[in-house]
């Protein structure tokens, strides 16, 4: 069956330091992946796209991966603030051309100063 | 607007009732799309419109649900019969393209509460 699994126990880090989030998926062939950010109560953002072609994605602090071998994709906040905990969801999207995005179930990211 | 809009925020009502939950997306986005989520999940698609058609209302879970978009604009899900397992945080989108890998704009969604 198709999966998207993305550590389900939150991740807690000290401020400064790189929090790293991790994206599985199984029996996709996902032309794209996204990230999106979360905060309680409203809807996601969005952060950052990465195609199958390619292989990272960068964008201030942030950075991307995708390796369609391994079927993940990391998302790395370096130098990690307060400000940055929320939850972090992961979106494939297959083809069709438009954003009929499957969504994984997000990681909880809390950054403690 | 600045940003996807999304009435009521909060929506509570019986078991068997019809709601209606509307969208506005941002000025001139084309593509509006619907998703719901549940508590502890990630969001799940219903629905996209192309302009004023629904071109893949493959996500919507039975006849109960329907959503419009007459003008191309504003959209509303519409629920028939409500159930208990309808409850969730129903997320409307948009984005300024459709070439599959545009952004999407989420609003911050109604939480419906059916009792």
């Known amino acids: 069956s198709q999966k998207i699994e993305q550590n389900s126990e939150a991740l807690n880090i000290q401020e400064g330091k790189t929090a790293t989030l991790t994206c599985n998926y199984t029996n996709y062939s996902p032309a794209y992946l996204q990230w999106y950010r979360q905060d309680p109560g409203r809807g996601p953002v969005f952060l950052l796209l990465?195609?199958?072609?390619?292989k990272e994605k960068r964008k201030e602090r942030l950075k991307v991966t995708f390796d369609t071998t391994l079927k993940q994709s990391l998302f790395h906040i370096t130098a990690s603030q307060p400000a940055d905990s929320a939850t972090y969801l992961c979106?494939?999207?297959?083809?069709?051309?438009?954003?009929?995005?499957?969504f994984g179930a997000g990681t909880r990211l809390a950054v403690h100063p | 607007g600045a940003g996807v809009s999304q009435t009521p925020s909060n929506k509570v009502t019986e078991k068997g009732k019809y709601v209606e939950l509307r969208c506005d997306p941002i000025?001139?986005?084309?593509?509006l799309y619907w998703y719901r989520q549940s508590l502890g999940q990630g969001p799940e698609f219903l629905i996209y419109f192309q302009g004023t058609g629904a071109a893949d209302d493959s996500g919507l879970p039975n006849d109960r649900f329907f959503a419009v978009r007459p003008e191309g604009s504003v959209s509303t899900l519409k629920i028939q019969r409500t159930e208990r397992g309808d409850s969730a945080v129903y997320l409307c989108?948009?984005?300024?393209?459709?070439?599959?890998?545009?952004?999407?704009?989420f609003g911050s969604g109604t939480q419906l509460s059916v009792l």
């Open positions: 989108a948009s984005s300024a393209e459709t070439g599959g890998n545009e952004k999407l704009f």
């Open positions: 990465i195609r199958e072609n390619e």
């Open positions: 000025s001139g986005h084309t593509a």
């Open positions: 979106a494939l999207a297959t083809s069709g051309g438009y954003n009929k995005l499957i």
